[in-house]
């Protein structure tokens, strides 16, 4: 028994690092493409004969035909500010909507919950053309902060996964701050907000992720060179501009800073998320 388990195991082990090698080569092959000093797509090494830190200069300081179009420290600006302030509103929004539908008892609660749960059910995308319709008649084409709009009307339908959490947390609490005078804001922000870290912190990362990663819809509404988000201004390098050659490995180094802050605040994050996850996909 125990040697066939070490065998079991042994193929388990085997197929999670083909699997990991499955995904890491990309990521490791994106990154060495960022500071290949050839130009071009293809490449006839996998690690480049030569490297250069030239690509992470362009993207900074475009040379003269360069700098009509990529204007990337404008991108991370305009997606910078975007998704720190739809962090900011969404995560009120979610939490708010999660801490009344799993606190309070009235008559429409059940009905909100599957709405919200059917409406959950539907791409986004399948909006998109009346949103930018919308967005036409409003005037707000090639505004970054049509985006901003956008994400936050839409955020606190994402509660499910907060609204299960704060159901791990005992009413008690709550029932015992009532007898001892205290009303439902206070509740809320000195008793409930403290002991519900894991899932702020999972709202907030996912909140900021949304505008920092999307793509379609940014496309859609953004075409100005110096209103562009990060992901439609490094896809307009190769695509638009019809450069793939000359631009391939500046976008690649455009890729590595854009992925930057995310995985950065996965790996210093990540045991909040797991807990937020957790403990929310139970209850929720």
């Known amino acids: 028994m125990k040697r066939k388990q070490k065998f079991e195991n042994g193929i388990v082990y085997v197929i999670l690092i083909v699997l990991s090698m499955m995904w890491l080569i990309p ?20 690690i480049p ?13 475009p040379g003269p035909t360069q700098a009509l179009y990529i204007k990337f420290g404008r991108w991370m600006i305009n997606t910078t500010v975007i998704a720190l302030l739809n962090m900011i509103i969404s995560t009120m929004l979610i939490l708010g909507a999660a801490y009344s539908l799993s606190r309070f008892r009235f008559k429409a609660r059940k009905a909100l919950l599957n709405i919200a749960l059917i409406l959950g059910m539907f791409p986004g995308f399948m909006a998109m053309i009346a949103v930018f319709l919308i967005l036409n008649m409003l005037g707000l084409i090639n505004q970054p902060m049509a985006l901003l709009l956008v994400y936050a009307s839409g955020s606190a339908l994402g509660f499910y996964i907060s609204k299960g959490y704060f159901e791990t947390i005992p009413i008690d609490l709550d029932e ?7 009303d ?10 403290p002991l519900t870290k894991p899932i702020v912190v999972y709202t907030a990362l996912m909140s900021f992720m949304a505008p920092w990663m999307d793509f379609i819809l ?12 990060v992901a439609v201004g490094l896809f307009g390098m190769i ?11 500046v976008f690649a180094a455009g890729s590595v800073i854009t992925a930057l802050p995310i995985v950065l605040m996965y790996v210093l994050l990540q045991r909040f998320i797991i807990q937020g996850i957790s403990a929310g996909a139970v209850k929720g």
């Open 27 to 46: 990521i490791i092959w994106v990154v060495l493409t960022s500071f290949r000093d050839t130009l071009g797509v293809a490449s006839p090494t996998f």
């Open 49 to 61: 004969s030569k490297f250069t830190l030239r690509n992470y200069q362009t993207l900074f300081n």
């Open 176 to 182: 015992a701050a009532m007898i001892d005078g205290a």
């Open 184 to 193: 439902q804001w206070t509740i809320f922000t000195k008793i409930i907000m």
């Open 218 to 229: 940014a496309s859609l509404i953004l075409d100005h060179p110096d209103q562009k988000t």
């Open 239 to 249: 695509m638009d501009n019809a450069d793939l050659y000359q631009n391939f490995t």
